[in-house]
Protein backbone atom coordinates (compact mmCIF):
# COMPACT_ATOMS: atom_id res chain seq x y z
CA UNK A 1 0.00 0.00 0.00
CA UNK A 2 1.62 3.46 -1.02
CA UNK A 3 0.41 6.23 1.17
CA UNK A 4 -0.23 9.82 0.01
CA UNK A 5 2.95 12.33 0.79
CA UNK A 6 1.93 14.40 3.49
CA UNK A 7 0.38 17.56 2.64
CA UNK A 8 1.08 20.29 5.44
CA UNK A 9 3.70 20.24 8.41
CA UNK A 10 3.82 22.73 11.52
CA UNK A 11 7.69 24.24 11.31
CA UNK A 12 8.12 26.43 14.71
CA UNK A 13 4.48 26.49 15.21
CA UNK A 14 4.08 27.60 11.62
CA UNK A 15 1.83 25.39 9.36
CA UNK A 16 3.49 25.05 5.91
CA UNK A 17 1.81 23.23 2.52
CA UNK A 18 4.45 21.09 1.72
CA UNK A 19 3.41 20.97 -1.94
CA UNK A 20 4.20 23.17 -5.17
CA UNK A 21 1.71 26.25 -5.87
CA UNK A 22 0.83 26.55 -9.87
CA UNK A 23 -1.97 27.90 -11.12
CA UNK A 24 -3.12 29.44 -7.88
CA UNK A 25 -3.36 25.86 -6.42
CA UNK A 26 -1.59 23.19 -4.38
CA UNK A 27 -0.43 20.52 -7.15
CA UNK A 28 0.95 17.31 -5.27
CA UNK A 29 3.62 14.99 -7.11
CA UNK A 30 4.44 11.37 -6.16
CA UNK A 31 7.63 11.36 -5.20
CA UNK A 32 9.09 13.87 -2.51
CA UNK A 33 12.33 14.86 -0.63
CA UNK A 34 13.65 15.06 2.90
CA UNK A 35 14.01 18.93 4.28
CA UNK A 36 16.76 18.24 6.76
CA UNK A 37 16.97 21.25 9.17
CA UNK A 38 21.07 21.89 9.97
CA UNK A 39 20.45 23.11 13.04
CA UNK A 40 19.93 19.52 14.79
CA UNK A 41 19.77 17.03 11.53
CA UNK A 42 16.19 16.64 11.94
CA UNK A 43 13.86 15.92 9.14
CA UNK A 44 11.57 19.04 9.74
CA UNK A 45 9.56 18.34 6.14
CA UNK A 46 9.05 15.80 3.55
CA UNK A 47 8.44 17.92 0.59
CA UNK A 48 6.90 16.94 -3.32
CA UNK A 49 9.51 16.59 -5.51
CA UNK A 50 8.55 17.91 -9.04
CA UNK A 51 9.88 17.35 -12.31
CA UNK A 52 8.94 18.02 -15.63
CA UNK A 53 5.09 17.09 -15.90
CA UNK A 54 5.57 20.17 -12.55
CA UNK A 55 7.44 22.06 -14.59
CA UNK A 56 5.49 22.16 -17.60
CA UNK A 57 2.29 22.96 -16.13
CA UNK A 58 3.70 25.64 -13.94
CA UNK A 59 4.78 27.51 -17.06
CA UNK A 60 1.73 26.54 -19.05
CA UNK A 61 -0.27 28.20 -16.41
CA UNK A 62 2.50 30.97 -16.15
CA UNK A 63 1.78 31.74 -19.98
CA UNK A 64 -1.93 31.69 -19.89
CA UNK A 65 -1.82 34.39 -16.81
CA UNK A 66 0.64 36.42 -18.21
CA UNK A 67 -1.71 38.43 -21.07
CA UNK A 68 -3.64 39.82 -18.23
CA UNK A 69 -1.09 40.59 -16.01
CA UNK A 70 0.95 42.31 -18.35
CA UNK A 71 -1.64 44.19 -20.02
CA UNK A 72 -2.86 45.44 -16.18
CA UNK A 73 -2.59 49.50 -15.70
CA UNK A 74 0.87 49.50 -13.88
CA UNK A 75 -0.93 51.42 -11.45
CA UNK A 76 -3.28 47.84 -10.74
CA UNK A 77 0.08 45.69 -10.30
CA UNK A 78 1.37 48.07 -8.29
CA UNK A 79 -1.23 48.33 -5.43
CA UNK A 80 -1.63 44.43 -5.43
CA UNK A 81 2.56 43.96 -4.96
CA UNK A 82 2.02 46.48 -2.56
CA UNK A 83 -0.48 44.49 -0.69
CA UNK A 84 2.09 41.31 -0.78
CA UNK A 85 4.22 43.45 0.58
CA UNK A 86 1.99 44.21 3.69
CA UNK A 87 1.46 40.30 3.69
CA UNK A 88 5.06 40.04 3.93
CA UNK A 89 5.17 42.76 6.94
CA UNK A 90 2.53 40.92 8.50
CA UNK A 91 3.87 37.28 8.30
CA UNK A 92 7.59 39.00 9.32
CA UNK A 93 7.70 36.81 12.46
CA UNK A 94 6.24 33.80 10.98
CA UNK A 95 8.57 33.64 8.27
CA UNK A 96 11.50 34.56 10.10
CA UNK A 97 10.94 31.37 12.31
CA UNK A 98 10.57 29.12 9.53
CA UNK A 99 13.44 30.38 7.63
CA UNK A 100 15.71 30.10 10.87
CA UNK A 101 14.63 26.58 10.91
CA UNK A 102 15.18 25.83 7.62
CA UNK A 103 19.10 26.88 6.66
CA UNK A 104 19.99 27.54 9.82
CA UNK A 105 20.51 31.82 9.59
CA UNK A 106 19.90 34.05 12.67
CA UNK A 107 16.64 35.05 14.22
CA UNK A 108 17.64 38.33 14.82
CA UNK A 109 19.25 38.89 11.33
CA UNK A 110 15.84 38.00 10.06
CA UNK A 111 13.87 40.29 12.73
CA UNK A 112 15.74 42.84 12.11
CA UNK A 113 17.40 43.14 8.59
CA UNK A 114 15.71 40.30 5.92
CA UNK A 115 12.09 40.06 6.89
CA UNK A 116 11.72 44.27 6.26
CA UNK A 117 13.80 43.56 2.55
CA UNK A 118 11.59 41.09 1.74
CA UNK A 119 8.69 43.21 1.96
CA UNK A 120 10.82 45.89 0.09
CA UNK A 121 11.78 43.74 -2.58
CA UNK A 122 8.13 44.07 -3.66
CA UNK A 123 7.40 47.35 -2.23
CA UNK A 124 10.47 49.27 -3.75
CA UNK A 125 9.69 47.41 -7.59
CA UNK A 126 6.36 48.69 -7.34
CA UNK A 127 7.12 52.53 -6.62
CA UNK A 128 9.80 52.51 -8.79
CA UNK A 129 6.92 52.31 -11.86
CA UNK A 130 6.22 55.07 -11.51
CA UNK A 131 9.61 56.45 -12.62
CA UNK A 132 9.58 54.44 -16.12
CA UNK A 133 7.25 57.37 -17.40
CA UNK A 134 10.08 59.87 -18.50
CA UNK A 135 8.48 62.79 -21.59
CA UNK A 136 9.53 61.14 -25.10
CA UNK A 137 12.63 62.27 -26.11
CA UNK A 138 13.56 64.57 -29.69
CA UNK A 139 15.83 63.02 -32.45
CA UNK A 140 16.01 64.75 -35.08
CA UNK A 141 12.95 66.44 -35.39
CA UNK A 142 10.97 62.46 -34.47
CA UNK A 143 9.46 61.75 -30.95
CA UNK A 144 11.19 59.02 -29.37
CA UNK A 145 9.86 57.12 -26.85
CA UNK A 146 11.41 54.54 -25.01
CA UNK A 147 8.74 51.23 -23.27
CA UNK A 148 9.55 49.09 -20.65
CA UNK A 149 7.20 45.89 -22.01
CA UNK A 150 6.12 42.87 -20.32
CA UNK A 151 9.10 40.20 -21.83
CA UNK A 152 6.79 36.76 -20.92
CA UNK A 153 7.55 34.30 -18.54
CA UNK A 154 10.38 34.49 -16.16
CA UNK A 155 11.97 31.44 -14.02
CA UNK A 156 13.90 31.81 -10.91
CA UNK A 157 16.50 29.84 -9.13
CA UNK A 158 17.92 30.59 -5.90
CA UNK A 159 19.86 29.13 -3.21
CA UNK A 160 19.80 28.20 0.17
CA UNK A 161 21.75 30.89 1.63
CA UNK A 162 19.24 33.37 1.98
CA UNK A 163 16.38 32.01 0.32
CA UNK A 164 13.89 34.60 0.43
CA UNK A 165 15.70 37.46 0.29
CA UNK A 166 16.97 36.78 -2.94
CA UNK A 167 14.37 35.00 -4.73
CA UNK A 168 12.31 38.10 -3.78
CA UNK A 169 14.94 40.19 -5.34
CA UNK A 170 13.96 38.85 -8.77
CA UNK A 171 10.45 37.90 -8.02
CA UNK A 172 9.60 41.49 -7.33
CA UNK A 173 11.25 43.19 -10.06
CA UNK A 174 9.91 40.31 -12.53
CA UNK A 175 6.23 40.27 -11.30
CA UNK A 176 6.27 44.75 -11.53
CA UNK A 177 7.66 44.89 -14.75
CA UNK A 178 4.30 42.29 -16.13
CA UNK A 179 5.91 38.99 -16.04
CA UNK A 180 4.31 35.98 -14.64
CA UNK A 181 7.02 33.66 -12.85
CA UNK A 182 7.74 30.39 -12.03
CA UNK A 183 10.21 29.86 -8.96
CA UNK A 184 12.06 27.00 -8.51
CA UNK A 185 13.22 27.60 -4.62
CA UNK A 186 16.50 25.65 -3.26
CA UNK A 187 15.78 21.66 -2.10
CA UNK A 188 18.16 22.81 0.97
CA UNK A 189 15.86 25.68 2.37
CA UNK A 190 12.37 25.12 0.58
CA UNK A 191 9.93 26.39 2.77
CA UNK A 192 9.48 30.31 3.16
CA UNK A 193 9.15 30.01 -1.03
CA UNK A 194 5.73 28.14 -0.09
CA UNK A 195 4.81 30.63 2.90
CA UNK A 196 5.11 33.33 0.06
CA UNK A 197 2.30 31.89 -2.22
CA UNK A 198 -0.16 32.01 0.80
CA UNK A 199 1.07 35.79 1.14
CA UNK A 200 0.42 36.20 -3.05
CA UNK A 201 -3.01 34.61 -2.79
CA UNK A 202 -4.36 36.53 0.07
CA UNK A 203 -2.59 39.70 -1.58
CA UNK A 204 -5.04 39.27 -4.53
CA UNK A 205 -2.26 38.00 -7.07
CA UNK A 206 -4.35 36.37 -9.54
CA UNK A 207 -3.91 32.69 -9.94
CA UNK A 208 -0.62 31.77 -12.66
CA UNK A 209 1.28 34.72 -12.22
CA UNK A 210 3.58 33.48 -9.47
CA UNK A 211 3.89 29.52 -9.07
CA UNK A 212 6.50 27.70 -7.07
CA UNK A 213 7.69 24.13 -8.20
CA UNK A 214 9.51 22.36 -5.56
CA UNK A 215 12.66 19.50 -5.98
CA UNK A 216 15.81 19.22 -6.74
CA UNK A 217 18.32 20.74 -9.39
CA UNK A 218 18.92 18.10 -11.33
CA UNK A 219 14.89 17.43 -11.18
CA UNK A 220 12.91 20.37 -11.16
CA UNK A 221 15.31 23.53 -12.26
CA UNK A 222 16.85 21.84 -15.52
CA UNK A 223 13.51 21.15 -16.95
CA UNK A 224 12.67 24.98 -16.43
CA UNK A 225 16.01 26.24 -17.45
CA UNK A 226 15.45 24.23 -20.77
CA UNK A 227 11.86 24.93 -21.16
CA UNK A 228 11.16 26.68 -24.58
CA UNK A 229 8.02 28.75 -22.92
CA UNK A 230 10.13 30.81 -20.81
CA UNK A 231 11.27 34.37 -21.67
CA UNK A 232 14.04 34.79 -18.97
CA UNK A 233 15.85 33.06 -16.72
CA UNK A 234 17.31 34.19 -13.71
CA UNK A 235 19.75 32.70 -11.90
CA UNK A 236 21.60 32.79 -8.32
CA UNK A 237 23.84 30.11 -7.27
CA UNK A 238 27.37 28.47 -7.57
CA UNK A 239 29.25 29.02 -11.38
CA UNK A 240 29.66 24.99 -12.15
CA UNK A 241 25.46 25.24 -12.31
CA UNK A 242 25.61 28.43 -13.98
CA UNK A 243 27.31 26.92 -16.62
CA UNK A 244 25.52 23.53 -17.04
CA UNK A 245 21.97 26.47 -16.99
CA UNK A 246 23.53 28.35 -19.86
CA UNK A 247 23.91 25.48 -21.87
CA UNK A 248 20.66 24.14 -21.22
CA UNK A 249 19.05 27.43 -21.72
CA UNK A 250 21.43 28.82 -25.02
CA UNK A 251 18.84 27.06 -27.76
CA UNK A 252 15.66 28.91 -26.63
CA UNK A 253 18.15 31.85 -26.75
CA UNK A 254 16.73 33.62 -23.17
CA UNK A 255 18.06 36.24 -21.82
CA UNK A 256 20.02 35.45 -18.72
CA UNK A 257 21.20 37.06 -15.10
CA UNK A 258 23.57 34.79 -13.32
CA UNK A 259 25.06 36.50 -9.53
CA UNK A 260 27.51 33.57 -8.65
CA UNK A 261 29.74 33.25 -6.15
CA UNK A 262 32.88 35.47 -4.99
CA UNK A 263 36.30 35.45 -3.15
CA UNK A 264 36.18 39.34 -2.46
CA UNK A 265 38.77 41.01 -0.48
CA UNK A 266 38.91 43.20 2.33
CA UNK A 267 41.87 45.86 2.14
CA UNK A 268 43.05 47.27 5.10
CA UNK A 269 45.56 50.39 4.87
CA UNK A 270 47.82 51.28 7.82
CA UNK A 271 46.31 54.64 7.17
CA UNK A 272 42.72 53.24 8.19
CA UNK A 273 40.37 53.40 11.08
CA UNK A 274 41.74 50.80 13.03
CA UNK A 275 38.62 49.55 14.93
CA UNK A 276 36.18 49.63 11.95
CA UNK A 277 38.99 47.53 9.95
CA UNK A 278 38.88 45.25 12.75
CA UNK A 279 34.96 45.14 13.00
CA UNK A 280 34.60 44.66 9.13
CA UNK A 281 36.65 41.53 9.37
CA UNK A 282 35.09 40.01 12.02
CA UNK A 283 31.34 40.73 10.06
CA UNK A 284 32.59 38.10 7.86
CA UNK A 285 31.43 35.04 10.06
CA UNK A 286 27.97 36.82 9.26
CA UNK A 287 25.59 33.78 8.77
CA UNK A 288 28.63 31.19 9.09
CA UNK A 289 30.22 33.00 6.09
CA UNK A 290 27.92 31.51 3.80
CA UNK A 291 27.55 34.89 1.94
CA UNK A 292 28.44 35.39 -1.96
CA UNK A 293 29.63 38.58 -1.05
CA UNK A 294 31.46 38.13 2.05
CA UNK A 295 34.96 39.33 2.19
CA UNK A 296 36.91 36.54 3.47
CA UNK A 297 40.33 37.37 2.18
CA UNK A 298 41.84 39.80 4.38
CA UNK A 299 44.63 41.87 2.64
CA UNK A 300 46.22 44.41 5.42
CA UNK A 301 49.36 46.30 5.20
CA UNK A 302 52.22 44.69 6.89
CA UNK A 303 53.48 47.65 9.04
CA UNK A 304 49.84 46.62 11.26
CA UNK A 305 49.63 43.11 10.52
CA UNK A 306 50.59 41.85 13.77
CA UNK A 307 48.29 44.27 15.69
CA UNK A 308 45.56 44.11 13.52
CA UNK A 309 45.57 40.20 13.53
CA UNK A 310 45.62 39.89 17.46
CA UNK A 311 42.48 42.64 17.37
CA UNK A 312 40.82 40.21 14.98
CA UNK A 313 41.88 37.52 16.73
CA UNK A 314 40.57 38.61 20.06
CA UNK A 315 37.59 39.80 18.38
CA UNK A 316 36.96 36.68 16.77
CA UNK A 317 37.03 34.75 20.07
CA UNK A 318 33.91 36.28 21.18
CA UNK A 319 32.36 35.45 18.50
CA UNK A 320 29.05 33.86 20.27
CA UNK A 321 28.10 30.28 18.22
CA UNK A 322 24.85 27.96 19.38
CA UNK A 323 21.43 27.62 17.87
CA UNK A 324 20.20 30.46 15.69
CA UNK A 325 17.11 30.97 17.50
CA UNK A 326 18.83 32.37 20.19
CA UNK A 327 18.82 36.02 20.26
CA UNK A 328 22.70 36.21 21.76
CA UNK A 329 24.08 33.74 19.20
CA UNK A 330 26.66 35.99 16.51
CA UNK A 331 27.10 32.34 14.52
CA UNK A 332 25.55 28.86 13.71
CA UNK A 333 25.92 25.86 12.10
CA UNK A 334 26.16 25.25 8.21
CA UNK A 335 23.69 23.85 5.66
CA UNK A 336 24.44 20.50 4.90
CA UNK A 337 26.40 17.98 6.13
CA UNK A 338 27.87 17.93 2.65
CA UNK A 339 28.72 21.12 2.82
CA UNK A 340 30.25 20.71 5.97
CA UNK A 341 32.52 18.48 4.68
CA UNK A 342 33.28 20.43 1.69
CA UNK A 343 34.00 23.07 3.95
CA UNK A 344 36.35 21.10 6.21
CA UNK A 345 37.72 20.16 3.11
CA UNK A 346 39.16 23.29 2.10
CA UNK A 347 40.29 23.87 5.74
CA UNK A 348 42.38 20.62 5.95
CA UNK A 349 44.04 20.95 2.33
CA UNK A 350 44.83 24.64 3.51
CA UNK A 351 46.43 23.27 5.87
CA UNK A 352 48.12 20.45 4.77
CA UNK A 353 49.66 22.90 1.84
CA UNK A 354 51.31 24.98 5.01
CA UNK A 355 48.44 27.39 5.93
CA UNK A 356 48.36 27.93 9.78
CA UNK A 357 45.26 28.02 11.64
CA UNK A 358 45.25 31.04 14.57
CA UNK A 359 41.78 30.17 15.00
CA UNK A 360 39.29 27.40 14.99
CA UNK A 361 40.06 25.06 12.18
CA UNK A 362 37.86 22.63 12.69
CA UNK A 363 34.39 21.10 13.99
CA UNK A 364 32.72 22.60 16.98
CA UNK A 365 32.47 19.19 18.79
CA UNK A 366 31.01 20.77 22.20
CA UNK A 367 28.42 21.64 19.65
CA UNK A 368 28.25 18.60 17.27
CA UNK A 369 26.38 18.28 14.18
CA UNK A 370 26.94 20.84 11.59
CA UNK A 371 28.28 23.59 14.05
CA UNK A 372 31.96 24.88 12.14
CA UNK A 373 33.70 27.00 14.32
CA UNK A 374 34.34 30.06 13.27
CA UNK A 375 38.33 29.78 11.34
CA UNK A 376 41.12 32.21 10.51
CA UNK A 377 44.48 31.11 8.61
CA UNK A 378 47.57 32.94 8.05
CA UNK A 379 50.45 32.18 5.70
CA UNK A 380 48.78 30.24 2.93
CA UNK A 381 50.65 29.91 -0.17
CA UNK A 382 50.10 32.37 -2.48
CA UNK A 383 47.99 30.91 -5.33
CA UNK A 384 46.79 28.05 -3.21
CA UNK A 385 42.91 26.59 -3.40
CA UNK A 386 42.26 28.33 0.08
CA UNK A 387 43.10 31.65 -2.10
CA UNK A 388 41.39 31.91 -4.95
CA UNK A 389 38.75 29.00 -4.04
CA UNK A 390 34.87 30.22 -2.58
CA UNK A 391 34.91 28.40 0.43
CA UNK A 392 31.16 29.66 1.65
CA UNK A 393 32.55 28.87 5.21
CA UNK A 394 33.26 30.38 8.49
CA UNK A 395 36.95 30.89 6.82
CA UNK A 396 39.26 33.70 6.88
CA UNK A 397 42.74 34.31 5.18
CA UNK A 398 44.91 37.20 6.32
CA UNK A 399 47.77 38.04 4.05
CA UNK A 400 49.57 41.27 4.36
CA UNK A 401 51.19 43.55 1.74
CA UNK A 402 53.44 46.22 0.86
CA UNK A 403 51.73 49.52 -0.43
CA UNK A 404 49.16 49.70 -2.53
CA UNK A 405 50.16 48.07 -5.95
CA UNK A 406 50.99 45.17 -4.00
CA UNK A 407 47.42 45.43 -2.39
CA UNK A 408 45.62 46.25 -5.84
CA UNK A 409 47.30 43.24 -7.20
CA UNK A 410 46.64 40.58 -4.78
CA UNK A 411 42.99 42.08 -4.49
CA UNK A 412 41.86 41.79 -8.13
CA UNK A 413 44.26 37.84 -8.28
CA UNK A 414 40.86 36.32 -8.52
CA UNK A 415 38.69 35.21 -10.95
CA UNK A 416 35.87 36.37 -9.73
CA UNK A 417 34.81 40.08 -9.24
CA UNK A 418 31.63 40.61 -6.73
CA UNK A 419 32.21 42.57 -4.05
CA UNK A 420 35.42 44.58 -2.95
CA UNK A 421 36.13 46.12 0.29
CA UNK A 422 38.38 49.04 1.04
CA UNK A 423 39.60 50.67 4.46
CA UNK A 424 41.61 53.75 4.32
CA UNK A 425 41.82 56.93 5.78
CA UNK A 426 43.00 58.63 2.99
CA UNK A 427 40.44 60.19 0.73
CA UNK A 428 42.38 60.16 -2.44
CA UNK A 429 43.74 56.99 -2.08
CA UNK A 430 39.91 55.57 -1.32
CA UNK A 431 39.50 56.81 -4.84
CA UNK A 432 42.73 55.43 -6.80
CA UNK A 433 42.60 52.23 -5.07
CA UNK A 434 38.58 51.83 -5.44
CA UNK A 435 38.70 52.95 -9.32
CA UNK A 436 41.22 49.87 -10.33
CA UNK A 437 39.70 47.22 -8.18
CA UNK A 438 37.78 44.49 -10.31
CA UNK A 439 34.39 44.30 -8.62
CA UNK A 440 30.54 44.95 -9.36
CA UNK A 441 30.42 46.61 -5.70
CA UNK A 442 33.34 48.55 -3.76
CA UNK A 443 32.51 49.84 -0.29
CA UNK A 444 34.95 52.01 1.12
CA UNK A 445 35.06 52.12 4.85
CA UNK A 446 31.76 50.25 5.22
CA UNK A 447 30.38 47.02 4.18
CA UNK A 448 26.86 45.56 2.99
CA UNK A 449 25.53 49.21 2.20
CA UNK A 450 23.22 48.60 -0.38
CA UNK A 451 20.29 50.56 -2.02
CA UNK A 452 17.76 48.64 -4.03
CA UNK A 453 18.53 51.23 -6.94
CA UNK A 454 22.19 50.53 -7.30
CA UNK A 455 23.24 47.84 -9.60
CA UNK A 456 24.37 44.53 -8.32
CA UNK A 457 26.24 41.95 -9.71
CA UNK A 458 29.48 40.57 -10.37
CA UNK A 459 32.43 40.49 -12.93
CA UNK A 460 34.17 37.59 -14.28
CA UNK A 461 32.95 34.55 -12.64
CA UNK A 462 31.18 36.25 -10.56
CA UNK A 463 28.04 36.92 -12.80
CA UNK A 464 26.04 38.11 -16.08
CA UNK A 465 24.26 41.27 -16.23
CA UNK A 466 23.55 44.05 -12.98
CA UNK A 467 20.10 44.09 -11.49
CA UNK A 468 18.62 46.65 -8.90
CA UNK A 469 16.89 49.61 -10.03
CA UNK A 470 16.55 49.95 -14.09
CA UNK A 471 18.81 47.76 -14.22
CA UNK A 472 16.35 45.52 -13.00
CA UNK A 473 13.66 46.37 -15.48
CA UNK A 474 16.34 46.63 -18.43
CA UNK A 475 16.61 42.18 -17.61
CA UNK A 476 13.13 41.60 -16.91
CA UNK A 477 11.28 43.93 -19.62
CA UNK A 478 11.75 44.06 -23.54
CA UNK A 479 13.13 47.61 -23.58
CA UNK A 480 11.66 49.13 -26.84
CA UNK A 481 12.28 52.35 -28.97
CA UNK A 482 9.55 53.94 -31.31
CA UNK A 483 9.95 57.23 -33.30
CA UNK A 484 7.02 58.58 -34.49
CA UNK A 485 7.47 60.77 -37.62
CA UNK A 486 6.87 65.03 -37.00
P1 LIG B 1 23.81 25.74 -6.49
O1 LIG B 1 24.32 26.25 -7.78
O2 LIG B 1 24.16 24.37 -6.10
O3 LIG B 1 22.19 25.78 -6.47
C1 LIG B 1 21.46 26.95 -6.69
C2 LIG B 1 20.09 26.60 -7.24
O4 LIG B 1 20.25 25.99 -8.51
C3 LIG B 1 19.30 25.62 -6.38
O5 LIG B 1 17.94 26.00 -6.38
C4 LIG B 1 19.47 24.31 -7.15
O6 LIG B 1 18.41 23.41 -6.95
C5 LIG B 1 19.50 24.80 -8.56
N1 LIG B 1 20.13 23.88 -9.51
C6 LIG B 1 21.14 23.00 -9.27
N2 LIG B 1 21.43 22.33 -10.40
C7 LIG B 1 20.61 22.78 -11.37
C8 LIG B 1 20.44 22.49 -12.74
N3 LIG B 1 21.17 21.57 -13.38
N4 LIG B 1 19.50 23.16 -13.44
C9 LIG B 1 18.76 24.10 -12.83
N5 LIG B 1 18.85 24.41 -11.54
C10 LIG B 1 19.78 23.77 -10.81
O7 LIG B 1 24.25 26.80 -5.41
P2 LIG B 1 24.03 26.73 -3.83
O8 LIG B 1 25.01 25.80 -3.23
O9 LIG B 1 22.58 26.54 -3.55
O10 LIG B 1 24.38 28.23 -3.41
C11 LIG B 1 25.65 28.67 -3.09
C12 LIG B 1 26.22 29.47 -4.25
O11 LIG B 1 25.38 30.57 -4.55
C13 LIG B 1 27.56 30.07 -3.88
O12 LIG B 1 28.45 29.94 -4.97
C14 LIG B 1 27.23 31.54 -3.65
O13 LIG B 1 28.29 32.43 -3.83
C15 LIG B 1 26.15 31.76 -4.66
N6 LIG B 1 25.34 32.95 -4.31
C16 LIG B 1 25.44 34.07 -5.08
C17 LIG B 1 24.72 35.22 -4.75
C18 LIG B 1 24.82 36.48 -5.57
O14 LIG B 1 23.94 37.31 -5.47
N7 LIG B 1 25.87 36.65 -6.37
C19 LIG B 1 23.88 35.19 -3.64
C20 LIG B 1 23.82 34.04 -2.87
C21 LIG B 1 24.55 32.92 -3.22
Given amino acids: MTTAPIECVTVEGVEVDTRHWIDGQRVASESTFDDISPIDETVIATIHAGGAKEVDAAVAAAQAAFPAWAGLPRAERAEILRAVAAGIDERAEDLARVETRDNGSLLRSHRRGVMPRVGNNFRFFADYLDSLDHPDGDIRGHRERV ?7 AAIITPWNAPLMLATWRIGPALAAGNTVVAKPPEWAP ?6 ADITKKAGLPDGVFNVVQGTGAEAGAPLTAHPGIRRLSFTGSVPTAGVIAKAAAPNIVPL ?22 SLAVEQ ?14 LVEDSIAERFTEAVL ?56 LYYRPTILVDAEPGSEILTEEVFGPVLTIQTFAGEEQAIELANNTRFGLAATLVTGDPERAE ?20 LGAPFGGNGQSGIGREGGIYSFDFYTDVKNTVFAP
Fill in 147 to 153: SYDPAGV
Fill in 191 to 196: LTASLL
Fill in 257 to 278: SFELGGKSPLVVFADSDFELAV
Fill in 285 to 298: FDNSGQVCLGAFRI
Fill in 314 to 369: ERARAVVQGDPRDEATDMSCLISRAHFEKVDGFVRRAVAAGARPILGGGPNTELGH
Fill in 432 to 451: RVSARLNAGTVWVNCFFVRD
